[in-house]
DNA sequence: TTGTACGCGTTATCAA
DNA sequence: TTGATAACGCGTACAA
């Protein structure tokens, strides 16, 4: 009942072996005779051991805990990437421990909190730490991995989407289609990713438009949510100006303008501009919305996240690291795919 | 560069004290002068500090690690739900760790792998981990909470929605509303908290309808998603027995189903089918959908869940704890709340 | 209130 | 291949 765990000395007695011979019969890569192992095996078998950990991160000084920070979670992307997160890192053998910091003033102190934990690693996906919280884990000797958070990074790994180029696909989709009145969309709050996003779409066009026949315009609205795109979209589809063509930085704010639009314009009004989101939620490909987007491939892009800390704990020293993972069209109903020669 | 986190030691040098007044300088209840603890906060600042949980699980025996066991995360309620245990864990002063069980044949051995980090406590919202997998985590003293997952267990605690009482309340309003032919929907795959719901629905109009006025049959889906919804719609509009009421044990197979809808019937014909979701997911409220749902409160049943693994940690031998939380009905526009007296 | 001494369960080193 | 022994960094009796 209240008997304590079975420890591997417990597990050596049991077996005739030193505590030693125990430890070393769970590590993969030590060089043990076959029969030993199995009878420790049927001994630990026996009493139910199971290798503690705490004791093991001591001498290790080093859990395979991995650090997920995030915040925002009701953004429906950065859900469904945390979750991607989840099933990779716990892939590779490592446990992942969630943190997330919305609404916190403290972001620092709490992450701070992390380094007790001896962890392989921290993956970074939200939420505003200061330049410094990334280098008191450095300096921790725990790596660091951003994701969309910069560009630029003097001692963590970076994995990012080409968040210009993702802009930069949906003003050429437009451009192909022979939209000329092009609005972009994002969210007041700056973040890294729309800004970006946002640019590269403007970008592009300044640097395709030979004339005057196509204008391009940038509008913000209040958050990144669904509500504000469907609170935008009397702005965007009553003005003088109405646009032909609208891009969103985020899926659920071109969601939230549909279902605006639907009543405020008829659908045949509506069939004439052409709708792109970013990111391919799971939202984006009901119904009714069946959104044309420039995808994010968030499976990748964890994939590529927790590779690159892998590699950083393989070797401690080699430069960071940077990587730009590119966007992809996805053709729905919002914005047909035109015909091509 | 390379120098070593500092120690409790280290801190006590600098502070002129002995190690163990550091590690008492650090406990809040450790009665211990104002002075000599600022001296040793002090030194501990300037050395970056910080406590080594891994050596203080060895002789706690017990991490403040809670182990949150899910899988599914692509059904939006699961993923939201985990959300919130998350933040809720956080905000008791505990770190979740993760665990997606999705996909996996070995449950019961993946679970067995969560002993080893010497939990305060497991958290099971989904997966079908085997009866005796429970008791695994009670023998080696880490207390189990299941949410949503059955009606009993003689080792575990349980936090559930009153499955039963939410079908029901869907019946009720049925019946206000005067609707007489009645269809509940579930997916094939028989899970608690769906087959709870649904029987809950069959019962209430069993024992509150006095004549044959009112119809009810069950229908099932392929699983509980929103293509299943989608796909569901065409058996359940075209049927001769066409219903005026349909019951969804899952919002996002009602959304399918209202996408499926649109383009099976007119938004007229629409009008006089009631439908009615269960969860209140986020998507619930959309403007597209604006779906009328029984609400799972899930932030409670998150608060309830934490709070009734705190409490096992505080009394470990009281009696196993079950609860029900309540389901409430949100009216919105696919099933409009009735006219009262 | 503070210090001394010990043990928690594992891995790593070294010798056999 | 195996065994003895020494850390790892903390909390906690016990003594002062």
Redesign the pocket.
Known sequence: MTK?????????ILA????????????PD????E???QRVFAAAEKLG????????T????RSDLVGLVTAGLEDPFRSEFLHKLIVEVQNCGLRPMVMDVSNQQTIDEELHGLIQYQLSGVIITSGTPSENIGKAFIRHGIPVVLVNRTEHSDEADIVNLDNEGAGAIAAEAFMKSGKTNLVVVRAKKPSFSSVMRAKGFLNYLASHINNDEIQATEVLCETGSYDSGYQIADKILTSQHKPDGVFFCMDHIACGFLDAAKQLITAKEMQSIGVIGCDDIALARFKAYDLTTVKQPSTEIAKAAVQTLLNRLKYPTSAPSKQAIPAELIYRSTLAKPITD
Not at 4 to 12: C, E, F, K, L, Q
């Open positions: 304590r765990n079975a420890t591997s000395a417990d597990v050596a005739g072996v030193s505590q030693s011979t125990v430890s070393r019969s769970f590590d030590s060089r043990i005779s029969a030993t192992r051991y199971q290798i503690n950990k705490a004791a093991q001591m001498i290790k000084k």
